[in-house]
């Protein structure tokens, strides 16, 4: 049997789960029919929750997916890889592994769960999943961490995740776990890369080996337009828009006069999707992982703070088109105006990625 910690059970976090990705969605839309894939997950999930719902408080962090309405789902393209049509990523996993994907019937939540074959019909048996929770606060990854009362253990420096930044620590809970926590492209969810020990807490535990091979696989497609052609990932729309810091543009040389857009109800210093000089240099934005660099190449409307009620911006490499339309709103008490609307498109391979910000401009 595997090792267990004792605690109280509004302590207990995560029960179910060997390995979990979790992510906080904000206003994505549940398909409305969700097909099987895995008949067996039913009564399977039900017994493990069962089991579960006796040991562990309500408002307990809980990574599972046997306390929701759900449906199995497709899994799609090529042997050991999963794509999620609804937010956007996929992995490659290891040989010798169930994966089952379910989906919340009453929310925006979607749970990935892969069990190892040995584990099959235990009733608390370790896995690798994905969850998705909404986050319509949405919080910084420290604030969200502290919401979720994690019972923490060991904290390490952060890393880098598919091109995010990420927290890395360990909790306990039934077993003792490690947990990658980073958000999506786009901002609007949080992805907690969660892996239990089996045995010990080692660099070497075999489903922490594993978790770490799925986690360097991780990366981000767009979610769904084109999602019936699961059989061809590269179908997929790619431009994915990302935010970024302050003192990450601050790494970039970049910030001060000019025009900024942002995540509506980002944190102090989070959240930036796009800014753009005073002195027409080179805007900045993070597409994809990459930072690139665009021209403006269209201005008209109103003129202010060196910008533009309506501009366009290409990127050096002239495979990237961003359309940006202001509405001006209030001015601020210093050189600054806010923006009563903000249409804000970013255009990439015939796809159009529609962002949503909020921002202004001043000096």
Not at 61 to 77: F, S, Y
Not at 84 to 105: E, K, M
Not at 158 to 171: H, M, S, T
């Amino acid at each position: 049997m595997f090792k267990q910690i004792r605690l109280l059970g509004a302590l207990q976090r995560n029960l179910s789960l060997g390995l979990a990705l979790t992510i906080l969605s904000v206003g994505c839309t549940a398909p409305s029919d969700p097909t099987v894939t895995k008949q067996s997950i039913e009564s399977e999930s039900t017994q493990l929750s069962q089991s579960l719902d006796q040991q562990v408080s309500d408002d307990a962090p809980q990574l599972r997916a046997a306390n929701h309405g759900h449906k199995d789902i497709p899994k799609g393209l090529e042997q050991n890889r999963y794509q999620s049509n609804r937010f956007g990523y996929s992995f490659i996993y290891p040989d010798g592994y169930d994966l089952t994907v379910t989906q919340a019937d009453d929310s925006t939540e979607e749970y990935v769960t892969l069990l190892r074959m040995e584990d099959v019909g235990e009733p608390e048996p370790p896995f690798i999943g994905i969850q998705v929770y909404e986050n319509p606060q949405q919080l910084s990854l420290e604030d969200f961490r502290n919401q979720k009362s994690y019972l923490i253990i060991n904290e390490f420096p952060d890393i880098d995740v598919a091109g995010q930044r990420a927290l890395d620590f360990e909790w306990a809970g039934l077993y003792e776990a490690r947990e990658h926590l980073f958000k999506t492209p786009d901002g609007t969810h949080v992805v907690a890369l969660n892996s239990t020990y089996l045995d010990v807490i080692s660099d070497a535990d075999p489903l922490w080996l594993d978790a770490q091979k799925i986690r360097d696989s991780f990366e981000w497609r767009s979610p769904s337009a084109n999602s019936g052609n699961a059989a061809n990932p590269d179908s997929f729309a790619i431009a994915q828009v990302q935010p970024f810091t302050f003192e990450e543009l601050f790494e970039q040389e970049a910030g001060g006069c000019g025009m900024n857009l942002l995540q509506p109800n980002a944190a102090p210093g989070e959240g930036f999707l796009f800014t753009h000089g005073i002195d027409n240099a080179p805007a900045l934005m993070k597409i994809n992982g990459q930072w690139v660099e665009l021209s403006r190449t269209e201005a008209k409307g109103e003129e202010f703070y060196g910008q533009y009620t309506s501009q366009t911006f290409v990127s050096e490499e002239d495979d990237i088109t961003v359309q940006i339309d202001v509405q001006l709103g209030e001015l601020g008490e210093i050189e600054s105006v806010e923006f009563a609307d903000v249409q804000f498109k970013v255009m990439q391979d015939n796809q159009v990625v529609e962002v949503t910000a909020i921002g202004g401009a001043g000096c």
